[in-house]
């Protein structure tokens, strides 16, 4: 396969639709590790030997690149994994890298030292591990200063979602953005800091008003990756079909990742 997309479920099929409308010839692999969603709620081992187990089968398949579309492995795995584990002709990316390029508006590749931005007050809204790594603040502050931000762990979202209980989850958003206010009443900017929350983007526009801008994954990750292709050609790898690949039963994920994307996917045994 060219490319390979991982998430703990479903939520990585926003940044997969992404990447397919900008780069409609790439061959992708997927893989949701289903059975075990959420990863949210688990702990950085655990969270470190699923997403290398998962890394491992899209290598397997033949991708070179694999995208972390998962915010929580971005989080508590990515940077170990890379340190320690990536094989030399293989890659491994993460999924904060153009949210924070977005945020600061300065390339991944400026060293400069960090500066003001325009933005000042931003809400996070991720999941509980996500939020307790609090690797989106370290990555932030080594290009911005003077940026207060304010993290909500949004537990239970994943789940509803995952479930298809899209009322559940509207609740669940709208309660979390009240709880987030009380601490942080006027945010300039929200980040979704997991991939599941695009799904539910204009619940907390809605919910944040219109005087927020919400920054949202994944159009941001696709053209990063049009981008990062552009300047590394080597890493498409073989293959000429797409493939969804999960952990979980393939028939409800199929017809839960049908619901969401509104076109027909089929899911096989990973």
């Not at 075990?36 to 702990?43: L, M, N, Q």
């Amino acid at each position: 396969m060219a490319v390979g997309i991982f998430d703990s479920g479903l939520g990585g099929l926003t940044v997969l639709d992404a990447v397919a409308r900008r780069l409609p010839d790439l061959p992708l692999a997927y893989f949701g590790d289903n059975a075990h969603a959420p990863y949210g709620v688990r702990d950085a081992e655990d969270i470190y030997r699923l997403t290398t187990a998962a890394t491992q089968r899209l290598f397997d398949a033949g991708c070179d690149l694999v995208i972390l579309a998962c915010n929580t492995a971005s989080a508590a795995a990515l940077r170990r994994m890379q340190e320690t584990w990536v094989p030399p002709h293989k890659r491994v990316l993460g999924v904060f890298v153009p949210l924070i390029e977005a945020l600061t508006e300065r390339q991944w590749g400026d060293n400069s030292p960090p500066r003001e931005v325009a933005v000042k007050h931003v809400a996070l809204f991720a999941t509980p591990a996500t939020v307790a790594s609090r690797a989106f603040q370290r990555e932030l502050a080594f290009r911005a200063i003077g940026v207060d931000v304010e993290a909500q762990a949004c537990g239970g979202v994943v789940d509803a979602i995952e479930d298809g209980d899209m009322i559940l989850a509207e609740a669940l958003v709208r309660s979390h953005v009240d709880a987030l206010r009380r601490k942080m009443p006027d945010p300039d900017a929200a980040i979704l800091g997991c991939t599941h929350y695009p799904l539910m983007e204009q619940v907390f526009q809605d919910a944040l008003g219109p005087q927020v801008k919400v920054f949202s994954q994944a159009n941001l990750v696709a053209e990063s990756l049009a981008d990062y292709l552009r300047r590394h050609p080597g890493m498409v790898g073989p293959g000429t079909e797409s493939m969804f690949l999960t952990t979980g039963r393939p028939r409800q994920v199929s017809d839960r990742a049908t619901q969401f994307l509104r076109r027909r996917i089929e899911f096989q045994p990973a």
